[in-house]
Nanobody, 127 residues
Framework: QVQLVESGGGLVQAGGSLRLSCAAS????????MGWFRQAPGKEREFVAA????????YYTDSVKGRFTISKDNAKNTVYLQMNNLKPEDTAVYYC????????????????????WGQGTQVTVSS
């Protein structure tokens, strides 16, 4: 079993920046892709960004394009989400997710594509 541990959340003013990190507990963990999702109070979980591990192809939801960047560090077995120009509507619990090594019909925007999830980290953006 793989554990994903997120860090980097916090309280920031609108226009500020945060960087979220997600580390996999097993250094030998092979995955097809990793992603970030978020859930605001009273709302459903939504896709934020994803990255294919071998090719580094990235995906973003429209509302964060140009503001958020997903990246990875293979040596540290970690995926990052750099969030710039944060807005109050970005306030949510952010979850890291990872697939297994083999995935058929991978849909980066679907939570069903992912097999492992972190515990979540709170991001609060004040206006």
């Amino acid at each position: 079993q793989v554990q994903l541990v997120e860090s980097g959340g916090g309280l920031v003013q609108a226009g500020g920046s945060l960087r979220l990190s997600c580390a996999a507990s097993r250094s030998t963990f092979s995955r097809y892709a990793m992603g970030w999702f978020r859930q605001a109070p009273g709302k459903e979980r939504e896709f934020v960004a994803a990255i294919r591990w071998s090719t580094a192809v990235t995906y973003y939801t429209d509302s964060v394009k140009g503001r958020f960047t997903i990246s990875k560090d293979n040596a540290k077995n970690t995926v990052y989400l750099q969030m710039n120009n944060l807005k109050p509507e970005d306030t949510a619990v952010y979850y890291c997710a990872a697939t297994k090594f083999f995935v058929s019909d991978y849909d980066p925007r679907s939570g069903a594509s992912y097999d492992f999830w972190g515990q979540g980290t709170q991001v609060t953006v004040s206006s």
